[in-house]
């Protein structure tokens, strides 16, 4: 009982989190993600493939930095990615 409430308790943290893989974009000056987003969006990659299949989400941002972003992103899914992988 208490495994399927940890397990329903990360995957509810984790449906919040996706928030952050979003980006909104305005009119005014579009701030491109950098480094730090990249890490984010790279950390959150789990939950915002789950929830891209539900939803209008994005898993990578598109107009980012360039190589800084890209870092940040490929950073943050090897963190998450190799933390699920030897569970």
């Known amino acids: 009982m208490t495994t399927f409430l940890s397990v329903g308790a990360v995957l509810a943290a984790g449906s919040l989190l996706t ?21 984010v969006h790279g950390l959150v990659s789990p ?6 299949a539900f939803g209008k989400i994005s898993v990578y941002s598109s107009p980012s930095s360039g ?20 569970a």
């Not at 939950?47 to 891209?52: D, K, Q």
């Not at 190589?67 to 030897?86: M, N």
């Open 47 to 52: 939950f915002a493939l789950i929830a891209s």
């Open 19 to 39: 928030v952050f893989a979003t980006q909104l974009l305005t009119e005014s000056k579009l701030k491109v993600p950098s480094f730090f987003l990249g890490l």
């Open 67 to 86: 190589s800084w972003y890209d870092l940040g992103f490929a950073l943050g899914c090897a963190v998450v990615w190799s933390g699920i992988t030897s």
